[in-house]
C-alpha cells in the first residue's frame, strides 16, 4: 500500500487512533479495513496486527485532528458492512465489529482535545450507523465507565439482553438495541498504552488466567497492568495478554518477570512474547529476557519509526501474527 504524497500533508498536530475490530482470520477483510482508512487525506496506517485465535485484528493509525474523526468513522462504517457479529467466534471479550476505537494525543494536542475528538466520533457513530457507543477512559461519561474491562463485561452475548432493560447497560449515545449484526463500540481517549503478550508452554488455560489474575493491579498485582488469560488453539499454547497502560511505571520487563516468576513457581516454561501494535523507542529494553523471546519483532514494531516512514511517504511493512 503506497503512501503517496503523505509528507506533504501530514503536518506536526497528530492524533492516533487504535481500532480494534472482531475479524483476525480474514486478511482481505483486514486489508479492506486499512484501505478504508487511508481514503482519508492525511491518514496514514502505520500497523495491522491479525490474531487467528482471539479472531481480532488491531489497525494503528494517525491523522489530523481536523480529519481523524473522519478516517475513523469511515473504518467503522466499513467494517459494519464486513464484519458480522452474529456469526463471529474467538478468544477476546468484545462488543461489536469495532470493540473499541481509542484516541491517543501524538503530538500538537492534549488529551481534552482527543476526548472531544471521541465524542465527535461517538456521536457520528451513532447517528449515522444506528451502533450504540460507550464512552471509556478518559471520554467515560460514568464513573463505571472508565475501566474498558467493566464496559465490556459479558460481552456483546450478555449486551444483547441487558441493553434495552437494564438501565445501567444503556449506552451513552445511540440505540437502546445493539446494531444486528455490527454490535456496539466503546469509543474513548487515552494515553499511548502498550500491548504486551506472554506465551506459555501448556494448554491449559486455567493457568493463564490464574497468573494474569496475580499481575493484573485490579487485584493487587502491578500497577497499571490489565491482562486476561487466553488459548491460542492453533499453537497449542495458552496467553497471558497485558496492556500496559502506564509503560513508564510499569513496563515489559516487569511485566515480563511476573509472568515469569508465576510460571517457574507452576512449573512452567515460557514459549515467547509478541507486541500487539507499536511500541515507543524508549519502552525498549533490548538487553532484557523478554525482548530475546520476541517473536514477532522488528524495527518497523518501533513507533517512531513507522511515523518517520509515514511522514516521508515511505511503504510500510506490515506484520501478521500467526
Do not use: W
Not at 464496559?151 to 447497560?169: D, H
Amino acid at each position: 500500500m503506497k503512501l503517496g504524497n503523505r509528507q506533504s500533508t501530514i503536518g506536526n498536530a497528530l492524533v492516533e487512533c487504535v481500532p480494534n475490530f472482531s475479524e483476525g482470520r480474514n486478511t482481505e477483510t483486514v486489508a479492506a479495513l486499512a484501505r478504508a482508512i487511508e481514503t482519508v487525506e492525511t491518514a496514514c496506517v502505520l500497523d495491522r496486527h491479525i490474531d487467528p485465535d482471539h479472531n481480532r485484528s488491531v489497525i494503528t493509525f494517525v491523522a489530523t485532528p481536523e480529519r481523524i474523526v473522519d478516517a475513523a468513522v469511515a473504518v467503522v462504517t466499513r467494517a459494519a458492512e464486513l464484519i458480522d457479529m452474529r456469526a463471529h467466534k474467538g478468544e477476546h471479550p468484545r462488543l461489536g465489529a469495532t470493540d473499541v476505537l481509542p484516541f491517543v494525543p501524538i503530538s500538537g494536542v492534549t488529551m481534552e482535545d482527543c476526548v472531544r475528538l471521541a465524542y465527535e466520533a461517538g456521536a457520528r457513530i451513532a447517528n449515522e450507523l444506528s451502533i450504540p457507543v460507550f464512552f471509556y477512559e478518559r471520554a467515560a461519561l460514568k464513573p463505571d465507565r472508565v475501566n474498558l474491562e467493566d464496559v465490556r463485561r459479558g460481552a456483546l452475548e450478555l449486551l444483547r439482553e441487558q441493553i434495552a432493560v437494564e438501565p445501567a447497560r444503556a449506552p451513552d449515545v445511540g440505540p437502546l438495541v445493539v446494531h444486528e449484526t455490527a454490535g456496539a463500540i466503546a469509543v474513548g481517549a487515552r494515553p499511548f498504552l502498550i500491548a504486551f503478550n506472554v506465551n506459555l508452554k501448556t494448554s491449559d488455560v486455567a493457568v493463564a488466567r490464574q497468573i494474569a489474575r496475580t499481575v493484573r493491579a485490579r487485584h493487587g498485582g502491578l500497577p497499571f497492568v490489565k491482562a486476561l488469560g487466553f488459548t491460542l488453539s492453533t499453537r497449542g499454547l495458552v496467553q497471558v495478554s497485558m496492556n500496559l497502560v502506564n509503560y513508564e511505571t510499569t513496563g515489559m520487563t516487569a511485566a515480563y518477570n511476573a509472568v515469569r516468576d508465576e510460571a517457574v513457581r507452576l512449573g512452567l516454561e515460557i514459549d515467547g512474547t509478541e507486541i500487539v501494535g507499536l511500541v515507543p523507542e524508549n519502552a525498549l529494553d533490548r538487553s532484557a529476557e523478554y525482548f530475546a523471546k520476541l517473536g514477532n519483532f522488528s524495527e518497523d514494531k518501533i513507533f517512531e519509526h513507522r511515523l518517520l516512514a509515514c511522514k516521508s511517504g515511505g511503504e510500510p511493512t506490515f506484520l501478521t501474527s500467526s
